[in-house]
């Protein structure tokens, strides 16, 4: 009888330990298009800017050259490429010009070149695009397409190209990590 007790009485605590984490029915409170975006760009940041910092600043120059890795980006162009594409889509979202030097074909700035100045560059941009996201409305209105998007002329939206920045963003996390691999350096994300 005592071990039925014991078996009935961990039911019941497990049974309320599981009604306890259960959501309410109402549900939570409503996030807006901005606080989606805003909350993947930090998360992205925190990633990116973690393994920009611990690439040694002599590795920023490291490339794969071996195979179908020929002609690649360097760990520094990758870094300078993601935020080139975060000022020129955060431009597009706000209709404006980005607001610094973009170079030619998204490579980033020439003029930026050592690593406290890539990871400067990098931040500002996630700033900027921000920026851009706290101008996205829950409308879905549409804006001009960015030169750089493959959203057919008159379907892009505000919050449409905030997503392919986002998405972009990953795709290049993927290669940054790689290439920490490569140089024998665990990612931050897999500490």
């Known amino acids: 009888m005592k ?3 014991c078996v009935f009485v961990s039911l ?18 409503h996030r807006t298009n901005t606080q989606i975006i805003t909350f993947i760009l930090d998360f992205q940041e925190r990633q990116i800017v973690r393994t920009a910092e611990i690439m ?19 760990f520094g162009e990758e870094l300078k490429h993601v935020a080139a594409d975060n000022y020129m889509l955060g431009a597009g979202i ?17 003029q930026v070149r050592t690593k406290d100045e890539i990871i400067r ?20 209105v549409a804006i001009a397409t960015p030169d750089i998007s493959p959203w057919p002329d008159g379907t892009a ?4 190209v905030a997503v392919e ?6 795709d290049h996390y993927g290669q940054l990590v790689e290439y920490l691999r490569m140089n024998n350096i665990v990612p931050p994300g897999s500490k």
């Not at 019941?12 to 409170?29: K, M, R, V």
């Not at 939206?157 to 449409?160: A, F, H, M, P, S």
């Not at 920045?165 to 990953?170: E, L, N, Q």
Request: proline fraction near 6%.
């Open 56 to 74: 040694p600043a002599e590795k920023y120059s490291f490339a794969p050259m071996a195979g179908a890795f020929k002609g690649v980006r360097t």
């Open 3 to 5: 071990n039925v007790i």
């Open 94 to 110: 706000l209709g404006e010009k980005a607001p610094v030097d973009v170079g030619t074909g998204e490579s980033g700035s020439a």
């Open 165 to 170: 920045d986002c998405v972009h963003t990953w």
């Open 12 to 29: 019941l605590l497990t049974a309320s330990a599981a009604t306890a984490q259960t959501p309410s029915l109402e549900g939570p409170e």
């Open 121 to 140: 560059y990098l931040k500002d941009s996630f700033a900027y695009m921000r920026r851009a996201a706290a101008a996205i409305d829950d409308d879905n």
């Open 157 to 160: 939206t505000r919050l449409g």
